[in-house]
């Protein structure tokens, strides 16, 4: 089944924790991105990649680390999390490196709470 | 620049009845339009889209939109409402800057939250 699979779905930590989420596609797609999602503000995209070792910052890439060593896999790296960080956080995929007019697909979405 | 405005944060309508959910854009370029899905606790799911093809856009679950570049528009419709269409809804666009290295930009509305009313 072609699937965006996100871990953990939700986590509870405190400020300055580091902390990992990870994502991985299952659909041999170029792009990849991470988008948070905020009431009243859509969903924001924090960095996104064009393919393996490609990566460039989104609207709200301040506080947030990715990499993309392997075409499949995508983490969102939290080095010092603070609670304005506070959000749910979604992966995304598709077809398409440098233009895309392709559809994503999601996953169901991780919900970070830092306290 | 690129923004998308979705008109209504919130439509209600009672079930059997149309829906309309409106969505205005600016692009500086040739813009790809998309309308997502999201249920409670779930991912987005793509609805319908378009891509400077046919201007009126036939989706999933019986909804379509249509593009407008006069009014710069992207209404989305369904003649008849179900219970099973509420949820939140997101227009979204993506814009390629002139360049073959850049990536396209994409934008996300802020959403609008579709109630049914039995």
């Known amino acids: 089944e072609a699937q965006v699979t996100q871990n953990p779905r939700y986590l509870i930590t405190v400020t300055g924790k580091k902390l990992t989420v990870t994502c991985s596609q299952n659909?041999?797609?170029?792009?990849m991105s991470w988008y948070r999602q905020d009431p009243g503000l859509g969903l924001r995209q924090i960095y996104y990649?064009?393919?393996?070792?490609?990566?460039d910052k989104g609207d709200v890439p301040e506080g947030y680390k990715v990499s993309r060593k392997e075409k499949r896999n995508f983490p969102l790296i939290l080095e010092s999390p603070s609670p304005n960080q506070t959000s749910l956080y979604f992966c995304?995929?598709?077809?398409?490196?440098?233009?895309?007019?392709?559809?994503?697909?999601f996953g169901d979405g991780t919900r970070l709470s830092i306290l | 620049a690129q923004s998308v405005t979705q008109l209504d944060s919130h439509v209600s309508v009672s079930e059997g009845t149309p829906v309309l959910l409106r969505c205005n854009y600016s692009?500086?370029?040739?813009?790809?339009l998309f309308w997502y899905v999201q249920h409670p606790n779930k991912g987005l799911q793509l609805l319908l889209k378009?891509?400077?093809?046919?201007?009126l856009v036939k989706g999933i679950n019986g909804f379509e939109a249509e593009f407008k570049k006069s009014e710069t528009s992207f209404h989305l419709t369904k003649p008849s409402a179900h219970m099973s269409d509420a949820a939140e809804y997101f227009c979204?666009?993506?814009?390629?800057?002139?360049?073959?290295?850049?990536?396209?930009?994409?934008?996300f509305g802020s959403g609008t939250r579709l109630s049914i009313r039995p």
């Open positions: 995304a995929s598709s077809f398409g490196g440098t233009y895309s007019n392709q559809p994503q697909h």
């Open positions: 659909m041999n797609h170029e792009y």
């Open positions: 990649s064009m393919n393996v070792e490609v990566t």
């Open positions: 692009s500086s370029y040739s813009p790809s």
């Open positions: 378009y891509t400077s093809a046919a201007t």
């Open positions: 979204v666009v993506s814009d390629r800057p002139p360049g073959w290295s850049s990536a396209s930009k994409i934008i």
